[in-house]
């Protein structure tokens, strides 16, 4: 009878069991399994034959609910990467911002306004957000 559980596993591997159907699936395949072996089948002839009957699990699986869980899927993947987008370019602003504030308010009295290392270190810091808006463009071409 490992067999069947091993089926009703793999029923129930996509979507959690509700109200105990598993054991109710089980139960009732067993005996289907017991009538099978009351008319002469063997145990491994009844197990086949009950399985057979009942289907692949493949059969109880809606395509459509799975287009639509990986449509979410995808929905939630773009809403994070847009999430992270907008969060490095307003972080990228503000670390920009105190770079600027820092060579032209601070600094302004010493040598360093003819050295540009601001801008140079600004260049590398809107590598950030524009890294994350290749990935969400990437995402958004994956979409159907």
């Known amino acids: 009878m490992k067999d069947i559980d091993k089926f009703v596993q793999r029923v129930f591997k ?54 639509e869980k990986r449509r979410h899927q995808r929905f939630l993947t773009i809403k994070r990467h847009r999430n992270a987008l907008l969060f490095a370019a307003l972080a990228s602003l503000l670390i920009i911002s105190i770079l600027l504030l820092v060579n032209f308010v601070l600094l302004r009295d010493h040598e360093t306004l003819s050295h540009p290392w601001s801008l140079i270190v600004s260049i590398g810091v809107l590598f950030w957000p524009l890294s994350l808006l290749y990935r969400l463009l990437n995402k958004k071409d994956d979409l159907p």
Do not use: C, N, T, W
Not at 17 to 41: I, N
């Open 14 to 67: 996509e979507s959690p069991p509700k109200d105990q159907s598993a054991e109710k699936l089980s139960e009732m395949l067993k005996e289907k399994v017991e009538d099978l072996k009351e008319e002469g089948y063997s145990e491994a002839q009844a197990i086949d034959r009950a399985i057979g009957e009942f289907g692949e699990a493949e059969d109880y699986h809606d395509p459509a609910l799975d287009r």
